[in-house]
């Protein structure tokens, strides 16, 4: 299995509902998502039971979704000059 970091495509602002579906994976207690990190294809992520589940996007409800996004960016895009 790939680091996580590693299996990450873009991270990004997210606004409105997201309904449920094969792919896509939804971490939003009581808020609306405002955070959508898109995954490479072909990428998987454990289930409750461990068992490898394919995941295209994932979605979060975050207080500080900005700073979030830009440190999450700030890991994955980090290019050495």
């Given amino acids: ?13 997210a606004s409105g509902p997201v309904r449920r579906r094969a792919g896509v994976r939804r971490y939003t207690q009581l808020g609306a998502p405002n955070v959508l990190i898109q995954l490479l294809p072909d990428s998987s992520l454990p289930d409750l ?8 996007k994932v979605y979060l409800s975050l207080d500080e979704p900005a700073e979030f996004i830009n440190a999450v960016r700030k890991k994955v895009f980090v290019t050495v000059g």
């Fill in 1 to 13: 299995m790939r680091r996580p970091y590693s299996l990450v495509q873009s991270a990004e602002a």
């Fill in 49 to 56: 039971f461990g068992r490898p589940q394919p995941v295209g």
